[in-house]
């Protein structure tokens, strides 16, 4: 069950200072820039010295992490009581997959992907950087392995304790990033809304997600820098995508995103961004009563909502009919695919493919 309590506030951090009394020693994990830029290492470890509380930083988490560093650093901070992420989804996802190798350190790959963990991790603060994910809420944890592939891990041990947002922190956020992150929590809903898994508390959050953000993210359109009241908008929609993901999970939008990730390097929000069309599209050829539902709850027309596909620049991409047919196999009997609502195929993916890349 999702326990985790999520403040968001202007000053949050300082604001809940007694919250970050989780033991004597603390793990922070970030990225290089983010958690220094937001302005949010400070207040953390403002907070961490108000309590008494020894620390130890460990900077090193990549975009898209890695499990290796995650090994790594739950070496270093095997003496620590618990961790704190902050940033992005990256070091929020990596934060949740290292409380589990602080506790059971040099676990390997295998014994980690099965979830053969011995000792229960380490409790988890997450204190978010950018408007997107929606990593502080859920119980996933995305992580590449040693042969850069991507695997999303779901387990509940991976709640935070406690996460905090403060809108003020995404400020420092570049458009490129503002765009591919909010983007991302739109595709998280609207995949969710369309999920085999969907109920009545996740259409919620979807719709919520959508409804909150759809105004600032079109602004994006127009080279203006964001409003904090807009940022806001912004990040208080990622937490609803979130919710709605952590009851449903992504469908194949997210899991192809994923390869192009892997194999062409985008941003996680542009790869699964340029399937948001085809998640929509898919659903009004194959359940359009369903799709309809969507727009209702939306109160927006289909042209409206696909306003929003002006904001995702398209990367140029070719893949060669060959290169699709020796790709295909990873989308059999894949699981993102068959949470797709209705009953989605390889053939479908294929069709995608052909229609975005060849
Ligand atoms: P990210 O990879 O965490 O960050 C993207 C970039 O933005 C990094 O260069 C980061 O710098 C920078 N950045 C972050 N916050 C900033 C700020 N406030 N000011 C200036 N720069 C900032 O991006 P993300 O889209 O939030 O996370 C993507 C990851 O989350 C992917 O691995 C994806 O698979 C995963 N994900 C997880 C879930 C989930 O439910 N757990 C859901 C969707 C996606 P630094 O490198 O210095 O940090
Ligand atoms: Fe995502």
Not at 24 to 51: C, P, R
Not at 109 to 129: A, D, M, Q, S
């Amino acid at each position: 069950m999702n326990n985790v309590k999520m403040y968001i506030d202007s000053e949050v951090v300082s604001k809940n200072i007694n919250l970050f009394k989780l033991g004597k020693k603390a793990l922070i994990v970030t990225g290089k820039t983010s958690a220094v830029k937001s302005g949010a290492l400070g207040d953390v470890t403002n907070a961490l010295k108000e309590n008494n509380i020894e620390y130890i930083i460990f900077n090193e988490i990549e975009q898209n992490p890695t499990l290796k560093s995650c090994i790594k650093a739950g070496n270093i901070g095997k003496t620590c009581d618990f961790v704190i992420g902050i940033g992005g989804g990256s070091p929020l996802d990596a934060a949740k997959a290292i409380a589990v190798t602080m506790a059971n350190p040099n676990i390997d790959e295998e014994r980690f992907y099965k979830k053969e963990w011995i000792n229960e991790p380490k409790e988890i603060i997450l204190v978010g950087t950018t408007a997107g994910t929606g990593s502080e809420v859920t119980k996933v944890s995305v992580l590449t392995d040693s042969k850069h592939k991507k695997h999303s891990i779901h387990d509940e041990r991976m709640y935070a304790k406690y996460a905090f947002g403060d809108p003020r922190y995404t400020m420092s956020l570049n458009k490129d990033f503002t765009v591919s992150t909010g983007i991302d929590a739109v595709c998280h809903a609207t995949e969710s809304y369309f999920s085999n898994k969907a109920n009545d508390e996740s259409r919620k959050h979807s719709i919520n997600c959508i409804k909150t953000m759809y105004n600032d993210l079109l602004s994006l359109k127009e080279d203006k820098e964001l409003s904090l009241k807009a940022r806001t908008n912004l990040y208080n929609g990622s937490i609803e995508g979130g919710y709605a993901i952590d009851i449903t999970g992504t469908t194949f939008g997210h899991n192809v995103g994923y390869y192009l990730t892997e194999e062409y390097h985008l941003s996680h929000g542009m790869a699964c961004a340029l399937f948001l069309e085809d998640v929509i599209d898919y659903q009004i050829a194959n359940n359009p009563l369903y799709a309809l539902s969507f727009f209702k709850n939306l109160n927006m027309t289909i042209a409206e909502f696909k306003e929003l596909l002006g904001i995702i620049p398209r990367p140029d991409i070719k893949m060669t009919g060959k290169q699709i047919e020796e790709i295909l196999p990873r989308w059999e009997n894949n699981g993102s695919v068959k949470n797709t609502y209705g009953t989605m195929t390889t053939g479908d993916i294929r069709e995608i493919l052909i229609k975005n890349f060849n």
